[in-house]
C-alpha cells in the first residue's frame, strides 16, 4: 500500500514538474495546513472513494489524501486570471501536501448555468497543467449531483426544529432582516409546527406552488450581530430547468448552505475561498455543526479558510462584467485576446507556466490589494525569454535599398534561435539588395541622440553588414517611401572585419525577396482606466478604442505562423501565431506583451 502511495506521488510530481512547487515561499494557508497535519486534525478522516454523508463515509477507508481542497467554479461564465489564483492555489497546494484536488461545479443556480461553460471550465483547468484525479480516483464533482442529500438534510433539519418554511415574501424577508445597527424582526411563520413546515417543504419539492410563494429558512437568530446568522433562507422555488438535472426540482438550495454541504460531502478538510465569505463562515459551521449533531455528517469538519482576491489593474474580473462585453459586442467573444479571461490570455498568447509564476509571484495574503497589470507582463517575459525562438518581424516597413550591392545578389546570414539556449542551434535567412526595416529606423532630420539611419550615419544591419545611409525617395506628398544606403564590404557580423568600424545603431531587417507577409495584431489594454469599475463606474466607459490595431507586417523567412507558435521578435516582444485564425500560408498574429513596459512610459 505505501509502495504504490509512494510511487504515485512520484509520478504525480514527476508529471507536475513545470509546476512551481509552493514549497518555496510560506504563506499563512501553508502554516494552517502543516499545523493541521502535524495534530493529526484529519488523521481519522474516512472516505468511501465518492462524496457522501456519513452513512456512506462510514464505511470507507482511512483517507489516504493527506488533504482535500477543491475549487468549485459556478459554471456560468468562463474562468478568468482572478480565477487562476484560486486554481493555483488548491491544485497546488493539494500537490505540495500529498492530497488531493477536486473539480466542483457549483452549478446550484440553474438560470444561469450552462454546459458550454463546464466544457470551457475543463478545458482552462487542464490547460493550466493541473487534474482532479489522484490516484484512481477522478475527482470531478457536480454539486447538482447533492440535491438529493440536501433535501434530506433539509427534512432532517426541520424535524429537529433547525428550519422552518416561510410564507413571506422575498421583499417581506428583506425588510424584517434589520440593519447593522438594529436586530430584525421573527417571521410569523418562524414557530409553526415542525410538521407543517414538513408537510410544506414536501409541498414545494412536489411543484405545488409558485416560485417565491414560500422559502425554507434556517431558524437561528434574528438579533444576531452577524446579519447571516438571521433565518438566512435555504431554499427558494424556481420552476425553471437545470442544465443537468432537467426539470427533477423545483427548488434549489442557496449558495451560503449548498456550498459547506457540498464540501462535506466530498470530505474537503480545507475550503479556500476569497475575503468577501467571511461574514458566511459562522452560518457554513453552523450548518455543518447541526448535521453532524444529527448523525448526518462524519466529524473532522471541513474548515472554510479566506484569503485576498486578485485585483487586476486595467481590467475587470467578473464574469458579469466579462459576459457584459462579449453579449454586446465589445470584444470578439470570450476569447478576445484583450480579455483577462483564461481563454483570452492562452490566445493572446500566455503559457500555462507564465500564469502559474504570476500566481506564486503574488502571494496569498488577507490584504486586499490590486495588481499592476504590468506584473503579469513580466511573468510573461520571465517565463518566454529562455525559451522563445527569436526572429525578425518589420512591422512599419519601408523599403531600404543597397544602392551597391548587385540586384539579383543574396548571401547567407545567421542568428541564433535563442541566445541564451546555444543548443538550439541557428537561423538561416539572406541578405540582398532590397530590406524591409521599420519606417522609425530612418530620420531624414534626426533628433539629437538619434543613433539609428539618417544621411551620412553609419548602422549595423544585424547579423549582416554595417552600412552607411545616403538618402532617400520621396512621393508628391513628400512620404519617405525608399532609403538608400552603401554597404561596406568585409563588415559582416561574425567575420574578422565586423569590428573595424564601431558604430552606435543596430538595426533589424528583412530581405524584401524572401520575407513572409503576415498580419499582426498589436492589442493594447482593453481599459484606459487602471480601475474600470471601481465604486459606481460604467465600465464600458472606460474601454480604450485602440485596444486592437492591425498592421501588414513582413517576417524573416522560416517564420512558420502554425496555430499558437510563439517567439520573440527582436527588439519588438513576444508574439503568438493566433490559435484560431493564423494558418501557415496567412499568418495572423498576436503581440502578446511587448519586450519593456512600454505602457508605464506613456503615463
Ligand atoms: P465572478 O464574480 O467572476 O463570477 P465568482 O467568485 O463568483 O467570480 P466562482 O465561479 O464562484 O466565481 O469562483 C470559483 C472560485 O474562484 C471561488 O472559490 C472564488 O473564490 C475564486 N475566485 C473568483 N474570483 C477570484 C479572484 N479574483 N481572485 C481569487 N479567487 C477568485
Ligand atoms: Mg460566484
Wanted: charged share 25%.
Amino acid at each position: 500500500m505505501l509502495t504504490s502511495l509512494v510511487s504515485l506521488f512520484q509520478y504525480r510530481r514527476l508529471r507536475m514538474t513545470s509546476v512551481p512547487s509552493p514549497a518555496a515561499v510560506s504563506n499563512f494557508l501553508r502554516t494552517i495546513i502543516e499545523k493541521d497535519l502535524a495534530e493529526g486534525r484529519h488523521a481519522q478522516k474516512r472516505w468511501a472513494g465518492r462524496p457522501g454523508p456519513a452513512s456512506v463515509q462510514r464505511q470507507g477507508k482511512p483517507d489516504p489524501a493527506r488533504i482535500r481542497t477543491r475549487f468549485p467554479p459556478e459554471p456560468n461564465g468562463y474562468l478568468h486570471i482572478g480565477h487562476a489564483k484560486s486554481i493555483c492555489l488548491n491544485f497546488g497546494l493539494a500537490i505540495d501536501y500529498e492530497g488531493a484536488c477536486h473539480l466542483r461545479f457549483d452549478d446550484t443556480n440553474p438560470e444561469k448555468e450552462e454546459d458550454e461553460y463546464v466544457r470551457a471550465i475543463i478545458d482552462m483547468v487542464k490547460w493550466l497543467g493541473y487534474d482532479w484525479t489522484y490516484g484512481e480516483e477522478e475527482n470531478l464533482y457536480f454539486a447538482s449531483d447533492y440535491f438529493g442529500y440536501m433535501y434530506e438534510f433539509a427534512e432532517a433539519l426541520v424535524q429537529a426544529g433547525h428550519a422552518y418554511v416561510d410564507e413571506q415574501s422575498a421583499d417581506e424577508i428583506r425588510a424584517t432582516r434589520g440593519t447593522l445597527t438594529e436586530p430584525g424582526t421573527n417571521s410569523p411563520w418562524r414557530d409553526r409546527p415542525v410538521q407543517e413546515s414538513l408537510t410544506l417543504l414536501r409541498e414545494m419539492r412536489d411543484g405545488k406552488h409558485p416560485d417565491g410563494s414560500l422559502c425554507l429558512r434556517a431558524k437561528i437568530d434574528m438579533s444576531s450581530p452577524n446579519i447571516n446568522m438571521r433565518d438566512p433562507v435555504m431554499y427558494r422555488i424556481r420552476h425553471v430547468e437545470h442544465h443537468r438535472t432537467g426539470s427533477e426540482w423545483c427548488i434549489y438550495p442557496m449558495y451560503s448552505w449548498a456550498h459547506p454541504v457540498e464540501d462535506a460531502l466530498e470530505q474537503i478538510t480545507h475550503s479556500f475561498c476569497t475575503l468577501e465569505f467571511e461574514d458566511q463562515r459562522p452560518f457554513y459551521n453552523w450548518i455543518l455543526e447541526r448535521l453532524a449533531e444529527l448523525g448526518m455528517l462524519l466529524e473532522p469538519l471541513p474548515q472554510q479558510i479566506e484569503f485576498a482576491r486578485l485585483n487586476l489593474s486595467y481590467v475587470v474580473t467578473s464574469k458579469r462584467k466579462l459576459l457584459q462585453l462579449v453579449r454586446d459586442g465589445h470584444v470578439d467573444g470570450w476569447d478576445d485576446p484583450r480579455l483577462p479571461t483564461l481563454a483570452g490570455l492562452r490566445r493572446r498568447g500566455y503559457t500555462p507556466s507564465s500564469i502559474r509564476l504570476f500566481c506564486e509571484r503574488l502571494g496569498v495574503s488577507k490584504a486586499d490589494s490590486r495588481i499592476d497589470y504590468s506584473v503579469l507582463e513580466q511573468a510573461l517575459r520571465d517565463d518566454l525569454d529562455p525559451v522563445a525562438p527569436r526572429a525578425v518581424a518589420v512591422l512599419d516597413p519601408i523599403k531600404l535599398v543597397i544602392t551597391n550591392y548587385a540586384e539579383g545578389a543574396s548571401e547567407p546570414c545567421h542568428a541564433p534561435v535563442n541566445p541564451h539556449d546555444p543548443e538550439a542551434g541557428m537561423r538561416n535567412f539572406t541578405f540582398g539588395r532590397e530590406l524591409w526595416i521599420e519606417r522609425d529606423d530612418f530620420r531624414e532630420d534626426p533628433p539629437k541622440k538619434y543613433f539609428r539611419l539618417y544621411p551620412g550615419n553609419k548602422v549595423r544591419l544585424k547579423y549582416g553588414y554595417i552600412i552607411e545611409c545616403t538618402g532617400c525617395v520621396k512621393d508628391e506628398n513628400g512620404e519617405v517611401i525608399e532609403v538608400h544606403a552603401e554597404y561596406i564590404p568585409d563588415t559582416k557580423s561574425g567575420t574578422p572585419g565586423a569590428d573595424s568600424i564601431k558604430v552606435k545603431g543596430n538595426i533589424t531587417w528583412v530581405n524584401a525577396a524572401e520575407a513572409i507577409a503576415a498580419e499582426i495584431r498589436l492589442y493594447d489594454r482593453l481599459f484606459l482606466d487602471p480601475h474600470p469599475d471601481a465604486g459606481d463606474k460604467d465600465f464600458v466607459q472606460a474601454l480604450n478604442p485602440d485596444s486592437c490595431t492591425s498592421v501588414q507586417a513582413w517576417l524573416e523567412p522560416g517564420t512558420l505562423a502554425e496555430p499558437g507558435a510563439t517567439w520573440q521578435f527582436e527588439r519588438l516582444g513576444y508574439f503568438t501565431a493566433d490559435r484560431e485564425q493564423s494558418t501557415p500560408e496567412r499568418p495572423i498574429i498576436n503581440r502578446t506583451a511587448t519586450l519593456r513596459d512600454s505602457w508605464a512610459q506613456k503615463k
